[in-house]
C-alpha cells in the first residue's frame, strides 16, 4: 500500500464513511469511494475539486477533464458537469475534498491587492485543471486539519479560505476568476445567462431572450456562451434539463415519463435515451444506484 499524503491521512481519519459529505466547515466538502463503480455524480456550481489520493475525470460535454493528487480542478461558474470516480480500491480507496468558492470574497480579494483585472478576458472555457503547488496544498491541509478542532473553526476557517483564494488568484490560471468577479466582464454576462436558463429549464430557448438577459447581440452570445461552457444554449439547456430530472426523480415520487414532461422533453424514449447517456444507466437504474450508495454512505 503506498503511504498516504498529508492530506490524504487527514481525510482517510476525518471522512471514515463511503460517499460525499459535508463537513463543520461552510462549503467543504469531504469525498471517500473505495471503488470505481459508483454513480455519475453531478456539478454545476464555482468549485475547487481536489484529489489526495485516486484519481477523477469530469465532463463538459464531450471534453472530459481529469485530476489527481498532483493537479487540481478549478471550475469557475455554474457548468453542468458530471463527475466519474477512475482510481479507487478498498485498500486505497478514492478520497477528495471539494471547496466552494466564495466569488464575493474573491471580489474583495481583488480590490485589496494589486492584481491585474482582465481587461481582454480570452475566449476558453470556465473551468481548468491546474498543477497543485506546496503553497496551495499547505492551505488545504490546514484547513481540513480544523475538523479535528470544531472550536477553532469560527476564528481560522475563513483567514485559512481567504487564504486559498488569492493562492488561486495568483496561480497560472488566476484569470479564470478574475474574469468571473470583474464588473460588467464578458464571464459575468454568460453567468448571467446560465442563471436565467436555470430558472426557466422548461422552456423553449428564444435566442434574442438570452441575447438581452446576457446583454450581447446576438452574434457575440454565441460566440462568448460557447467559448466560457463548450457547448450552444440548446446542448447547455439539456444538460440542465436531464440533471433537474435527477434531481426530481430523487426527491420526489414521478415516474420517468412524468419528469420528463416536467423539464420539457416531449418524448420519454428521447429522454431516457439521453438520460442514460449522460448518467452511464436508464432513469430508473441510476436512481435506485443513487439510492442505494446513500444508504451505504449512512449506515
Same mark, same amino acid.
Given at each position: 500500500?503506498?503511504?498516504?499524503?498529508?492530506?490524504?491521512?487527514?481525510? %482517510?481519519?476525518?471522512?471514515?464513511?463511503?460517499?460525499?459529505?459535508?463537513?463543520?466547515?461552510?462549503?467543504?466538502?469531504?469525498?471517500?469511494?473505495?471503488?470505481?463503480?459508483?454513480?455519475?455524480?453531478?456539478?454545476?456550481? +464555482?468549485?475547487?475539486?481536489?484529489?489526495? #489520493?485516486? +484519481?477523477?475525470?469530469?465532463?463538459?460535454?464531450?471534453?472530459?477533464?481529469?485530476?489527481?493528487?498532483?493537479?487540481? !480542478?478549478?471550475?469557475?461558474?455554474?457548468?453542468?458537469?458530471?463527475?466519474?470516480?477512475? $482510481?479507487?480500491?478498498?485498500?486505497?480507496?478514492?478520497?477528495? /475534498?471539494?471547496?466552494?468558492?466564495? @466569488?464575493?470574497?474573491?471580489?474583495?480579494?481583488?480590490?485589496?491587492? %494589486?492584481?491585474?483585472?482582465?481587461?481582454?478576458?480570452?475566449?476558453?472555457?470556465?473551468?481548468?485543471?491546474?498543477?497543485?503547488? %506546496?503553497?496551495?496544498?499547505? =492551505?488545504?491541509?490546514?484547513?481540513?486539519?480544523? /475538523?479535528?478542532?470544531? $472550536? #477553532?473553526? =469560527?476564528? @481560522?476557517?475563513? @483567514?485559512?479560505?481567504?487564504?486559498?483564494?488569492?493562492? /488561486?488568484?495568483?496561480?497560472?490560471?488566476?484569470?479564470?476568476?478574475?474574469?468571473?468577479? =470583474?464588473?460588467?466582464?464578458?464571464?459575468?454576462?454568460?453567468? +448571467?445567462?446560465?442563471?436565467?436558463?436555470?430558472?426557466?429549464? =422548461?422552456?423553449?430557448?428564444?435566442?434574442?431572450?438570452?441575447?438581452?438577459?446576457?446583454?450581447?447581440?446576438?452574434? +457575440?452570445?454565441?460566440?462568448?456562451?460557447?467559448?466560457?461552457?463548450?457547448?450552444?444554449?440548446?446542448?447547455?439547456?439539456?444538460?440542465?434539463?436531464?440533471?433537474?430530472?435527477?434531481?426530481?426523480? !430523487? &426527491?420526489?415520487?414521478?415516474?420517468?415519463?412524468?419528469?420528463?414532461?416536467?423539464?420539457?422533453?416531449?418524448?420519454?424514449?428521447?429522454?431516457?435515451?439521453?438520460?442514460?447517456?449522460?448518467?452511464?444507466?436508464?432513469?430508473? #437504474?441510476?436512481?435506485?444506484?443513487?439510492?442505494?450508495?446513500?444508504?451505504? &454512505?449512512?449506515?
Amino acid at each position: 500500500m503506498r503511504t498516504m499524503t498529508p492530506l490524504a491521512s487527514l481525510i %482517510d481519519e476525518v471522512c471514515p464513511r463511503e460517499g460525499s459529505h459535508a463537513t463543520g466547515i461552510a462549503g467543504l466538502f469531504l469525498t471517500r469511494y473505495s471503488t470505481t463503480e459508483v454513480p455519475r455524480t453531478s456539478l454545476h456550481q +464555482a468549485v475547487l475539486c481536489v484529489v489526495a #489520493q485516486g +484519481a477523477k475525470s469530469t465532463l463538459l460535454k464531450e471534453q472530459r477533464f481529469r485530476y489527481d493528487p498532483n493537479t487540481y !480542478l478549478l471550475v469557475s461558474l455554474d457548468l453542468p458537469l458530471v463527475g466519474q470516480i477512475e $482510481d479507487a480500491s478498498r485498500s486505497e480507496p478514492f478520497l477528495g /475534498l471539494s471547496l466552494v468558492l466564495d @466569488l464575493e470574497e474573491i471580489a474583495s480579494l481583488m480590490r485589496e491587492s %494589486d492584481l491585474p483585472h482582465e481587461t481582454a478576458p480570452p475566449l476558453r472555457p470556465g473551468l481548468v485543471v491546474g498543477s497543485m503547488d %506546496d503553497d496551495l496544498l499547505g =492551505a488545504l491541509v490546514r484547513l481540513t486539519c480544523l /475538523l479535528k478542532k470544531p $472550536d #477553532q473553526i =469560527a476564528v @481560522l476557517a475563513p @483567514l485559512i479560505k481567504r487564504e486559498i483564494f488569492y493562492r /488561486l488568484l495568483l496561480s497560472e490560471h488566476g484569470c479564470l476568476l478574475r474574469c468571473m468577479v =470583474a464588473d460588467n466582464g464578458k464571464v459575468q454576462r454568460v453567468a +448571467a445567462g446560465l442563471a436565467w436558463l436555470r430558472r426557466n429549464v =422548461a422552456r423553449p430557448i428564444r435566442m434574442k431572450e438570452l441575447a438581452r438577459e446576457m446583454r450581447m447581440s446576438s452574434s +457575440a452570445m454565441h460566440i462568448w456562451f460557447r467559448a466560457v461552457t463548450s457547448m450552444s444554449p440548446l446542448q447547455y439547456q439539456k444538460q440542465l434539463r436531464l440533471q433537474e430530472a435527477r434531481r426530481l426523480l !430523487l &426527491s420526489e415520487t414521478f415516474n420517468a415519463a412524468t419528469v420528463s414532461r416536467r423539464v420539457g422533453y416531449e418524448s420519454p424514449s428521447q429522454f431516457s435515451r439521453e438520460y442514460r447517456r449522460l448518467f452511464g444507466a436508464p432513469p430508473m #437504474q441510476d436512481i435506485e444506484r443513487l439510492r442505494t450508495a446513500a444508504w451505504k &454512505s449512512s449506515s
